[in-house]
């Protein structure tokens, strides 16, 4: 069967998002959700598989900035809407799409991709490591207590409304991205993407609200949430559903969440998406009343590995050859000397010397941000030490102090 594979026009949008949401499930997005990505999404930026007149394979990548080790905002493709048809599955349909899409963002100069997974399985062939994690926690707040840090007492807490709140809560993001490697900066219009709450997303629970942390007049942190009022022959069993929360200090971050223990008629928090290192769970006197899972989060794609590299910045001064074997875009695939001083600015250049480690470009990708060990990887089998010491050298160099977390989806 013959498809037609092409960016869809503004006149094809409706139907190519119809695709995405019969793969997806055949619910419909809501209108708020709709008219949101339709103005988030550009279509010279997204990719469809045509049979007749009808979509069955969609594609789309955002214009993002991610953050990396060393804090700079690296331009990254923010790959998004991916599906094919269940009528044109094992076609190759979306292997097309991923070496159309690879390519384009090859020509527009970001030296990497990022996305996140629907089905994790599906995206190593292509490339993509899973470099990050995200911690999911249900707390039982009727038996955990927190360990409160000094100052949390001079804290002010206050409900706003989400949106009048959000300029104040987009400039707490903006501060603390430099400092957590795999955060997306802020494009303009994603902003509305952390006030976007349609009535059926709500699980039975309240509209969002919002509380802002403030000390000496300054906003310090934010919490959104909503509340899930439920009852049982005790009484209340209510659960706070938190879906992001960030603070620039110890004292307003402890602050935030003591005001999440104390809701009324609440017995338990939950969140989907903390960083792996999340400082609660060192505030929390019971970690296994928490419900802590951990999940694969961000995934990374090298596109340019020369440019990808030099973009980051190292924990250690390094020298190693890499032999980086990448079938999907054979212009990464060679050695590459990866050089890097004690500040940890590095240059990576072309090489015909020996390699140290060979390894493929998806576990580089894991590796990038710094939260996977590349001694882990080798302990697996999956990096080829040529030089003894290599691994060692290689692993404290690309390792980061802070766990790399992605703070949404897209």
Same mark, same amino acid.
């Given at each position: 069967?013959?498809?037609?594979?092409?960016?869809?026009?503004?006149?094809?949008?409706?139907?190519?998002?119809?695709?995405?949401?019969?793969?997806?499930?055949?619910?419909?997005?809501? %209108?708020?959700?709709?008219? &949101?990505?339709?103005?988030?999404?550009?279509?010279?930026?997204?990719?469809?598989?045509?049979?007749?007149?009808?979509?069955?394979?969609?594609?789309?990548?955002?214009?993002?900035?991610?953050?990396?080790?060393?804090?700079?905002?690296?331009?990254?493709?923010?790959?998004?809407?991916?599906?094919?048809?269940?009528?044109?599955?094992?076609?190759?349909?979306?292997?097309? &799409?991923?070496?159309?899409?690879?390519?384009?963002?090859?020509?527009?100069?970001?030296?990497?991709?990022?996305?996140?997974?629907?089905?994790?399985?599906?995206?190593?062939?292509?490339?993509?490591?899973?470099?990050?994690?995200?911690?999911?926690?249900?707390?039982?707040?009727?038996?955990?207590?927190?360990?409160?840090?000094?100052?949390?007492?001079?804290?002010?807490?206050?409900?706003?409304? %989400?949106?009048?709140?959000?300029?104040?809560?987009?400039?707490?993001?903006?501060?603390?991205?430099?400092?957590?490697?795999?955060?997306?900066?802020?494009?303009?219009?994603?902003?509305?993407?952390?006030?976007?709450?349609?009535?059926?997303?709500?699980?039975?629970?309240?509209?969002?609200?919002?509380?802002?942390?403030?000390?000496?007049?300054?906003?310090?942190?934010?919490?959104?949430?909503?509340?899930?009022?439920?009852?049982?022959?005790?009484?209340?069993?209510?659960?706070?559903?938190?879906?992001?929360?960030?603070?620039?200090?110890?004292?307003?971050?402890?602050?935030?969440?003591?005001?999440?223990?104390?809701?009324?008629?609440?017995?338990?928090?939950?969140?989907?998406?903390?960083?792996?290192?999340?400082?609660?769970?060192?505030?929390?006197?019971?970690?296994?009343?928490?419900?802590?899972?951990?999940?694969?989060?961000?995934?990374?794609?090298?596109?340019?590995?020369?440019?990808?590299?030099?973009?980051?910045?190292?924990?250690?001064?390094?020298?190693?050859?890499?032999?980086?074997?990448?079938?999907?875009? %054979?212009?990464?695939?060679?050695?590459?000397?990866?050089?890097?001083?004690?500040?940890?600015?590095?240059?990576?250049?072309?090489?015909?010397?020996?390699?140290?480690?060979?390894?493929?470009?998806?576990?580089?990708?894991?590796?990038?941000?710094?939260?996977?060990?590349?001694?882990?990887?080798?302990?697996?089998?999956?990096?080829?030490?040529?030089? %003894?010491?290599?691994?060692?050298?290689?692993?404290?160099?690309?390792?980061?102090?802070?766990?790399?977390?992605?703070?949404?989806?897209?």
């Amino acid at each position: 069967m013959n498809t037609e594979l092409r960016i869809p026009s503004v006149a094809d949008w409706d139907t190519w998002l119809g695709c995405l949401e019969l793969a997806f499930g055949g619910v419909p997005l809501t %209108p708020e959700s709709r008219e &949101m990505y339709a103005t988030l999404s550009r279509p010279d930026r997204s990719l469809g598989h045509w049979d007749g007149e009808e979509c069955v394979g969609t594609a789309g990548a955002y214009a993002f900035q991610v953050t990396v080790p060393g804090g700079a905002a690296v331009p990254a493709a923010g790959v998004t809407m991916v599906s094919v048809a269940a009528t044109h599955r094992r076609q190759g349909l979306l292997t097309s &799409m991923m070496r159309r899409q690879l390519d384009d963002v090859r020509s527009w100069g970001e030296p990497i991709a990022v996305l996140k997974a629907s089905e994790p399985a599906i995206y190593g062939r292509f490339g993509y490591g899973a470099a990050t994690q995200e911690t999911g926690l249900r707390i039982d707040t009727s038996l955990v207590r927190l360990a409160l840090p000094s100052g949390t007492d001079g804290v002010r807490l206050r409900r706003v409304s %989400p949106a009048g709140a959000l300029d104040a809560c987009e400039a707490v993001y903006a501060r603390l991205a430099p400092d957590r490697p795999g955060t997306p900066v802020r494009q303009p219009g994603w902003e509305q993407l952390a006030v976007n709450d349609p009535a059926a997303h709500r699980e039975g629970g309240s509209p969002l609200i919002c509380v802002l942390a403030e000390r000496d007049g300054e906003v310090t942190g934010y919490v959104t949430y909503r509340v899930r009022p439920a009852w049982d022959e005790a009484g209340p069993r209510g659960t706070v559903a938190v879906r992001d929360l960030a603070a620039l200090d110890a004292a307003s971050y402890a602050a935030l969440w003591r005001f999440l223990f104390g809701i009324d008629l609440t017995s338990s928090i939950e969140c989907g998406n903390r960083p792996a290192d999340d400082a609660v769970l060192r505030l929390v006197s019971d970690v296994r009343r928490c419900e802590v899972r951990l999940r694969d989060g961000l995934y990374v794609r090298l596109v340019d590995v020369g440019a990808a590299l030099e973009a980051r910045r190292y924990r250690a001064p390094v020298d190693l050859v890499l032999e980086v074997e990448d079938d999907f875009c %054979p212009w990464n695939a060679g050695r590459w000397r990866l050089t890097g001083d004690a500040k940890g600015v590095a240059s990576c250049r072309r090489t015909e010397d020996r390699a140290d480690l060979a390894l493929s470009v998806r576990d580089l990708g894991a590796v990038y941000l710094g939260g996977v060990s590349l001694t882990s990887l080798a302990s697996a089998g999956l990096v080829r030490e040529n030089r %003894p010491g290599a691994v060692a050298e290689a692993a404290l160099a690309f390792s980061w102090d802070v766990a790399p977390w992605c703070p949404h989806e897209f």
